[in-house]
């Protein structure tokens, strides 16, 4: 989208300030002032910010510097600063990942113990798709590499920065297998899995959904949803298992259909959730109410399956819902953000698209009908349940699935305290693999940034 209307109000505003200082900032002129300007006049806590004239961003190395220094203006719970999210980067690779196309071996790594390693998912266009590599599949050399909590480093470059990668796989079968991968271009696939689960005379919908984003601005994952839904209904489904355990978020406008598509008839009209902005844009408070227009499921009750990995759109929709349906959540805490932001572009060069950068200060926070929005440390799990990735997606027997079914069939559902010992063990381990990241983005009518 073309956020023109917001470069020229800024740069008007610079302008102003420029004419009282004898330094002189400009948006586009160069990116470090760029991102700071957008920073200083959105950021969700932008009174805890100085101004431009006493920070001087030219005073430091790159744009990314500017970046963390503003994350350091937000709350601290715990120790940290809250925002863990706000970034800059070039705008042909956002405009890659919002649309899922990559470049890459196409698959998510975790590990379940200090030197078992296995793979949590893959995309099926990928290089590792197309060679029927599986979720549960163990890693037992990375080219030379065995992988254990002392040869992380090594592992995170041959995966993530290399052009081939040789890997000796343990199959789900107990057979093995070695395989070579080239980075190839494919476009992810955000729905992971979608099945329909008969357990003790239930149907059971179940669906793995991966990424609030997608190509033609989310339009093509919100027609897969359509897809997915009109599916369960088709098979009669009347329970719900959504997967989020690795889905780092996205556009709120899909948080927002989803929503519509699980809520039940009594919903209708009522809140869904605020979206609260800093003094200077109040007027971009907005209240989205659910109108269940896509709604195929008649339900009462909803189980989300969670890691800290489930973050921003994704806790986004799990807190809208719980004032309206019996919400229960199986795996451990997700990862904490009820906060997001617009992706503003800023032309540095319009003959040269690789000189050119989005950046995306957090700029509001979600509250729901309730006026809970303060979930900085995560939604807490009904069931903490350890992530099984020695099971396939959709295999009764996978530790966090078969909770749910147990809950939405027999009423069951018990903490476990062994499970907390076993997650501790590699919790360090997975962030160094923890790589698919998004937030919740907002996408913003540029007739809209008009200060009042």
Do not use: H
């Not at 659910?290 to 009462?300: A, G, H, I, Q, V």
Request: aromatic residues 12%; glycine residues 6%.
């Amino acid at each position: 989208m073309k956020f023109s209307r917001i470069i020229l109000i800024i740069t008007a505003l610079i302008s102003f300030w420029s004419c009282k200082k004898t330094e002189n900032y400009q948006v586009g002129a160069d990116l470090r002032d760029s991102v700071y300007i957008y920073s200083k006049e959105l950021y969700l806590w932008t009174d805890r910010m100085p101004d431009i004239f006493d920070f001087k961003p030219k005073n430091f190395s790159t744009a990314e510097d500017i970046i963390s220094i503003v994350k350091t203006y937000s709350p601290v719970i715990n120790g940290k600063n809250v925002d863990k999210y706000s970034f800059v980067q070039r705008k042909s690779d956002w405009d890659n990942i919002s649309a899922g196309n990559r470049v890459d071996y196409g698959c998510g790594y975790r590990f379940i113990s200090d030197n078992d390693f296995r793979i949590s998912f893959v995309y099926a266009n990928s290089a590792a798709g197309k060679q029927g590599v599986q979720r549960g599949w163990r890693l037992l050399k990375v080219n030379d590499i065995v992988p254990d909590q002392s040869t992380l480093s090594q592992l995170s470059t041959a995966l993530f920065n290399s052009t081939s990668v040789t890997i000796l796989f343990r199959k789900n079968d107990g057979s093995e297998v070695t395989l070579t991968l080239t980075p190839q271009n494919y476009t992810a696939n955000f729905i992971l899995d979608k099945r329909v689960i008969n357990s003790n005379g239930k149907k059971i919908a179940y669906l793995v959904f991966n990424s609030f984003l997608g190509g033609n601005n989310g339009k093509d994952t919100q027609a897969e949803l359509t897809q997915a839904f009109d599916f369960f209904a088709s098979q009669g489904a009347t329970e719900l298992i959504v997967d989020l355990r690795y889905n780092g978020g996205g556009y709120v406008f899909l948080a927002e259909y989803l929503c519509n598509l699980m809520a039940p008839a009594s919903a209708k009209g009522k809140i869904m959730f605020t979206e609260r902005w800093n003094s200077r844009y109040s007027q971009f408070d907005v209240t989205s109410y659910f109108d269940n227009s896509p709604s195929k499921l008649n339900l009462s009750k909803v189980v989300f399956i969670t890691t800290n990995s489930t973050a921003s759109a994704s806790e986004l929709t799990i807190n809208s819902l719980r004032p309206y349906l019996d919400v229960k959540i199986i795996g451990t805490a997700t990862a904490g953000k009820p906060v997001g932001f617009p992706v503003l572009p800023i032309i540095m060069d319009r003959s040269n698209p690789n000189a050119n950068y989005v950046v995306a200060p957090v700029a509001f926070q979600s509250f729901n009908a309730n006026n809970f929005g303060d979930y900085f440390e995560g939604l807490t799990p009904d069931k903490i349940q350890k992530d099984d990735v020695s099971r396939n997606f959709g295999d009764v027997d996978e530790a966090c699935l078969k909770d749910a079914l147990n809950y939405l069939t027999l009423g069951v559902l018990q903490r476990e305290s062994q499970n907390l010992k076993d997650l501790s063990v590699v919790k360090e381990a997975n962030e160094v693999f923890n790589k698919d990241y998004y937030g919740t983005i907002k996408l913003v009518n540029p007739k809209i940034f008009v200060k009042k």
